[in-house]
């Protein structure tokens, strides 16, 4: 089965930027979307942006003016840029295919705060 390993994460100020990024273990190529998703606590976990084999994107109306997802298939690699970073940003991000899921990994935590 694919496994996903998040990276990127940390502590940032509001206003500041991240790049997180996916790396797979098997072949991203075979997903057809792939996407971020995120959990805060207490909520449910969310689907920040989308990504398919063709690069055809999709992003939630909160973060759709900052954020870009992008993917490069020969790398099995994806990335959630992450511009103008607010608090409520605040969650762990993990990747995964969208709808069918594999092994869900650790996630990256991401805190926006002063």
């Known amino acids: 089965q694919v496994q996903f390993v998040e990276s990127g994460g940390g502590l940032v100020q509001p206003g500041g930027s991240l790049r997180l990024s996916c790396a797979a273990s098997g072949s991203m190529y075979s997903i057809w979307n792939m996407g971020w998703y995120r959990q805060a606590p207490g909520k449910q976990r969310e689907l920040v942006a989308s990504?398919?084999?063709?690069?055809?994107?999709t992003y939630l109306d909160s973060v759709n003016d900052r954020f870009t997802i992008s993917r490069d298939n020969a790398k099995n690699t994806m990335y959630l840029q992450m511009n103008g970073l607010k608090p409520e940003d605040t969650a762990v991000y993990y990747c995964?295919?969208?709808?069918?899921?594999?092994?869900w990994g650790q996630g990256t935590q991401v805190t926006v705060s002063s």
């Open positions: 995964n295919a969208v709808s069918l899921f594999y092994t």
């Open positions: 990504i398919t084999r063709v690069g055809s994107t």
